[in-house]
């Protein structure tokens, strides 16, 4: 079976701090996606990242950077100085064959000004 | 070039009327997925259809609730009976059909169902 465990429920920071979202997954699947979804206020899924099992490099799009490292099953999101309107739910989620999707409870984001 | 589109976006139902949400995949998408999000919770997969085929329900609740996605039309889910505990929020998502099966999934932008 698949989990995905994001251990904060709640972060809250001032703007212009870097802050970290944390992901560890569990999947007895050799291929897999892991993914990070953003869900403002507003409540639509915003796809922010896809990453597949065999690429471990990390990635960075403007303020947000991705750490995957399959050795400890973990996927972690940055955002480097955060903004009031990052404040969000963030969600880390795990594909495998079939492409259902294994959802995290979510990291509610909150930044203050 | 639609996203996934989903209808209505909000919808009031008293306990015990039916509830059926739609959902129109992105042009050339042959998978359709259904999740449920209840209230401050993750998401969680109920259901994976393909055209007039349901592949996976292994997270549907057993009774009173239903999937289609016929060969013409958007994909159904029908929920008879409601009660308070089916409030939520219920997305939509599809994908492109590829040998591998690992594609991304398009969310739509979801249906808030609330029973009173």
């Known amino acids: 079976a698949q989990k995905v465990t994001q251990a904060q429920t709640e972060i809250s920071v001032v703007e212009k701090e870097d802050v970290t979202l944390d992901c560890v997954y569990e999947?007895?699947?050799?291929?897999?996606?892991l993914f990070w979804y953003k869900q403002p206020p507003s409540g639509e899924l915003v796809f922010l990242i896809r990453?597949?099992?065999?690429?471990?490099q990390n990635e960075i799009s403007g303020r947000y950077s991705w750490n995957f490292q399959k050795s400890t099953s973990s996927f972690n999101f940055t955002i480097t100085a955060s903004q009031v309107v990052d404040s969000a739910v963030y969600f880390c989620a795990l594909s495998g064959a079939g492409n259902m999707l294994t959802f995290g409870g979510g990291t509610r984001l909150m930044v203050k000004p | 070039n639609a996203g996934v589109m989903q209808n209505p976006r909000h919808l009031v139902r008293r306990r015990g009327q039916e509830a059926r949400l739609r959902c129109s995949p992105m042009k050339g998408h042959s998978h359709v997925y259904w999740y449920r999000q209840l209230p401050e919770e993750g998401l969680k997969f109920m259901v994976y259809l393909q055209k007039e085929n349901i592949i996976d329900e292994s997270g549907m609740p057993k009774e009173r609730f239903s999937a289609e996605f016929p060969k013409e039309g958007p994909s159904i889910l029908r929920i008879q009976q409601v009660v308070r505990g089916d409030s939520a929020a219920y997305f939509c998502a599809s994908s492109p059909y590829t040998p591998t099966a690992l594609t991304e999934a398009f969310f739509g932008q979801g249906t808030r169902l609330t029973v009173v």
């Open positions: 990453r597949n099992s065999f690429d471990e």
């Open positions: 999947t007895r699947d050799t291929t897999y996606y």
